[in-house]
């Protein structure tokens, strides 16, 4: 049940006209919402459920004995539950992300070798089909894995650190771990900013209603309007067969999927914090328009904003962060980045992207220490220019996905090339490059524009948007960010 | 002296719940004035859909069939009682006549020409009527949206009763003829007297109780709503004609799992419909008509770069290679071709005169055309008699 889906909206629609009818309690609302998202997750494939379910049961618990020892004074029982939490979330985590990956790579290794091993196959003698790819036979990673699985270590990571009290029920901190709207892709947010949002009284507030419409439709239209024709008519078919087309044409292949995986990305955010809205709840915000960065270092504050504070909250500074000298820093930021790229994928291109984001890091602090300060007219394009050419470059790595296909888009192109791409493809990458570079007073314009017209209008204006966008799809894509 | 109600009593908690939800339902009045809206706009701009004159029924193995019967006088449409496109047909039908029938999709339903009469087969019928000294008879057995396998299925479940001297069927390369997306065989009959048809599909997600009710709304909002159309259009050709197939044309290459086994569907519904032609004495041409991309060289090298993502064929293809690799594969079952690739070039020469604007599908001078090339191709046909071939059990009314 993908958000722009009929079934969705169907969804949706009964869930919001049940949480705003008058009288229901606090306990009424969380029960409903979870089990709205249980339901929700289970769309996908029921067989993830008790993952999930464990997940939660297994940091409620750790979250439980981690306070109740750090209150007992006993430091040493509330490191051993911490311990049980970092093992038990990070070892499902491994073991379906990154099992396959090390299987194969072992069994390569040995094959070079000369002795054979087949222990790639071994999970598959026992895994049930539902965790199984069919046509490659790879361990599949269960939706949202890596999302929740970073937002329950947290919980009790927060608990250890006696910056947080546990949730007072497991319905709380369930719904915490489930809430639909963000459970598949994020934003990852903190249970310091989601559990205090259940303590207050639900006030459906037409502010709320409007302003999550915005974020949902605009999120629709990036998604279904952008990100999949780019993809689309630009990018896959290129990306498939890369030496049936002109160097040229690769190139734009590169920029559209630059901006195909952040309009993907952050459609979904929006969609998440817009339906967020609706059920009464603020979720964190994950993109601030990343491509306008001047520096790498800023480009990782706009991007996948909750990732990357989670990870300089709870890996870098926990390392030691930017204190005990350069190399020290060094070794932590490329730690942390080379984490970042594994929490997307196991392979070793998302290694080097992850050393690629560090090396480059480490080069911008080496140049410029203090980090922008002041830069002349002149010298603030030209940064802008490296650092988005940088990022887009480096999203070859990303996009690939393995080396055959990474050598086929620098190889020659073949005879015949194509040159052209659709119409389609032209305005879909103009109209995103306008979007994301769009003045700032449209945010403010579009906010007030939402916040004044009339309701029946909105409404009619959601309906011509959702309209035009069924017309517009031309296959039903899942998010990009689902695979992570 | 009035006193101000404090918000958080539950009074006037409740007052502002209500309220909000009431602005809630605005909203969702606004989407649906929206959508009747957008409904109205949009059906105007793209024409009527497949169905919005009523003039289809769903059929349990073809998908869907023309309405016999179904009239429209102010457009001068008049189907048969087999809902075949031409003059009514009688029943029993006349012993000593020539009988010709030609089926496949809209070009050759007619799709788009406002008089009934300017079709093709009238033309063919008064062509070889001049010729002939017994009396003749064309049926047009096209169906909008038909892939060659529904055409092919719906000429063998006709040809017992029709038993026509000459069958043809009209197909060619593109992703809409020969990857079949329809819902042939993809029906349930549901309700009292079983009496109603729902596709399989929504079936399945719907309990047995409210089948029926399913099967109405479907079909009433298939017939009038454009986004509803859109939407089932998208959820059953999925995996099928997927976007990579929009552009694809039939090549004779290797394919992907899902296009190898629907084209040996069709390839196999072909080989039914020669067997069963061979056994009435029924000759049976496939007409292989080309793609308007095919019909100049500057265009068909554009479509080739500009769709080869979506399943066109590589660039530097030759133009005439889909249709040589469509006969080669009916040659491969026996099934006797003519190729009307030359016909689509010679329309493509003058696209105004032969194709309605902003329409691929043919004008009236197109149907002329179609008919003059028909009644060539069957006058040079070695298979070609003047005189229809006795039915059994007809030879002792003559």
């Known amino acids: 049940m993908t958000f722009h889906s009929l079934t969705f909206l169907v969804f949706f629609g009964a869930l919001a006209l049940a949480l705003w009818t008058p009288g229901q309690s606090r306990a009424l609302r969380s029960g409903l919402l979870l089990g709205s998202s249980l339901l929700f997750y289970a769309s996908y494939e029921w067989l993830y459920l008790p ?83 069919g046509p490659t036979g790879q361990i599949l990673v269960p939706v949202g894995i890596s999302f929740y699985t970073f937002q329950t270590l947290s919980y009790t990571i927060d608990i250890y650190r006696g910056t947080l009290r546990p949730a007072r029920h497991i319905r709380d901190f369930a719904l915490f771990v489930s809430f639909f709207p963000q459970l598949v892709a994020g934003p990852i947010v903190r249970a310091a900013e989601f559990l205090p949002q259940l303590e207050r009284p639900f006030e459906p507030r037409s502010e709320h209603l409007r302003q999550g419409l915005r974020r949902f439709l605009i999120g629709l239209v990036k998604k279904v309007a952008l990100a999949d024709v780019l993809g689309a008519e630009l990018v896959d078919p290129i990306f498939a067969d890369p030496q049936a087309f002109s160097w040229g044409l690769r190139c734009v292949a590169l920029y559209g999927f630059a901006l195909q995986i952040y309009l993907d990305f952050s459609a979904y955010s929006d969609i998440a914090i817009g339906l967020g809205r609706v059920l009464g709840f603020e979720l964190p915000e994950n993109f601030d328009r990343p491509y306008r960065s001047t520096s790498v270092r800023e480009f990782w504050r706009r991007w996948h904003i909750t990732l990357s504070t989670w990870v300089r909250d709870y890996l870098f500074i926990s390392l030691g962060g930017s204190r005990g000298g350069a190399w020290r820093t060094a070794r932590n930021l490329t730690v942390s980045m080379v984490a970042i790229g594994l929490w997307h994928g196991a392979s070793l291109l998302w290694v080097s ?132 | 002296m009035s006193t101000r109600p404090d918000p958080k009593s539950p009074a006037s908690r409740g007052v502002t719940r209500t309220s909000s939800r009431r602005e809630l ?35 349990p193995t073809l998908g869907w069939e023309n309405r016999p ?22 029943d029993p039908l006349p012993a000593d006549e020539f009988r010709v029938a030609v089926f496949g999709a809209s070009r050759v339903y007619g799709a788009g020409v406002p008089r009934q009469d300017d079709l093709w087969n009238y033309r063919l019928q008064s062509g070889l009527a001049e010729r002939l000294s017994q009396p003749v008879r064309v049926w047009n057995g096209g169906v909008n949206g038909y892939s060659a396998l529904q055409a092919a299925r719906r000429a063998h479940l006709l040809l017992s009763s029709l038993r026509p001297d000459w069958l043809v ?19 349930k009959r549901v309700g009292p007297g079983e009496n109603e048809l729902i596709p399989r599909d929504l079936a ?33 050709v999925r995996g099928v004609r997927g976007a990579d197939y929009e552009q694809w044309l039939f090549t004779g290459g290797d394919e992907a799992p ?38 100049s060289e500057d265009g068909w090298q554009r479509y080739l770069e500009e769709h080869h993502a979506h399943g066109a064929p590589a660039p530097g293809t030759d133009r005439r290679a889909p249709n040589r690799a469509l006969g080669a594969a009916f040659d491969e079952l026996g099934i006797r071709v003519w190729d009307g690739f030359d016909l689509n070039e010679s329309m493509g020469r003058a696209r105004e005169r ?45």
């Not at chain 1, 140049?367 to 220019?385: A, C, E, I, T, Y």
């Not at chain 1, 086929?408 to 994301?436: D, K, N, S, T, Y």
């Not at chain 2, 009239?71 to 809902?83: H, I, K, M, N, S």
């Open chain 2, 25 to 59: 339902l605005t909203l969702v009045a606004g989407v649906l004035i929206g959508l009747v809206v957008f409904e109205w706009v949009l059906g105007g701009r793209t024409g009527p859909g497949l169905d919005s004159q009523g003039a289809l029924l769903p059929h």
């Open chain 2, 204 to 236: 399945a997600r719907l309990p047995d109780a409210l089948e029926p009710f399913g099967a109405r709304g479907h079909h009433w909002l298939a017939r009038h709503s454009v986004l509803y159309r859109r939407h089932r259009a998208l959820e059953v």
């Open chain 2, 354 to 398: 032969y194709l309605l604007p902003q329409d691929y599908h043919w004008s009236r001078d197109g149907h002329e055309a179609f008919a003059r090339e028909l009644l060539a191709r069957m006058l040079a046909d070695d298979g070609w008699t003047f005189e229809s071939a006795p039915r059994p059990g007809e030879r002792a009314e003559r």
């Open chain 1, 353 to 484: 992207y992850g050393l690629l984001q560090a090396l480059a890091m480490l080069v911008e602090r080496w140049v410029d220490p203090g980090g922008g300060g002041r830069s002349s007219p002149l010298k603030r394009p030209l940064r802008w220019l490296l650092t988005f050419h940088f990022i887009v470059f480096s999203c070859l790595l990303i996009r690939a996905g393995d080396q055959g296909t990474l050598w086929a888009m620098v190889a020659e192109p073949g005879e015949h090339a194509i040159g052209r791409a659709p119409r389609a493809a032209w305005l879909a990458l103009g109209a995103a490059f306008a979007a994301h570079f769009a003045p700032g007073p449209w945010k403010a314009w579009s906010q007030g524009f939402f916040s004044r017209a009339p309701l029946v209008a909105l409404g009619f204006l959601t309906a011509w948007v959702l309209g035009l966008l069924a017309f517009l799809r031309t296959s039903t894509t899942d998010y990009i960010y689902f695979q992570f």
């Open chain 2, 169 to 187: 069927v009209v197909v060619s390369p593109r992703s809409q003829l020969m990857l079949d997306g329809s819902q042939a065989q993809g029906w």
């Open chain 1, 51 to 133: 993952l999930l379910l464990g997940s939660i049961g297994l940091d409620y618990f750790c979250g439980a004995r981690i306070h109740a020892a750090l209150e007992q004074g006993r430091a040493g029982r509330a490191k051993r539950f911490m311990a049980l939490s970092l093992v038990g979330n990070l070892g499902v985590l491994a073991g379906f992300k990154y099992t396959d990956w090390i299987a194969r790579s072992f069994d390569r290794a040995c094959a070079a070798l000369g002795h054979p091993t087949e222990l790639a196959a071994w999970p598959r003698t026992w895994l049930p089909e539902a965790f199984i790819e």
């Open chain 2, 258 to 295: 899902e296009v190898a086994e629907s084209l040996e569907r069709t390839f196999a519904e072909f080989a039914a419909l020669s067997r069963a032609c061979d056994a009435l004495d029924v000759q049976l041409r496939v007409f292989v008509l080309a793609e308007i991309a095919q019909d």
């Open chain 2, 69 to 90: 019967g179904f009239r429209v006088p102010e457009r001068g449409t008049q189907l048969d009682r087999f809902g075949l496109r031409n003059p009514p047909t009688p």
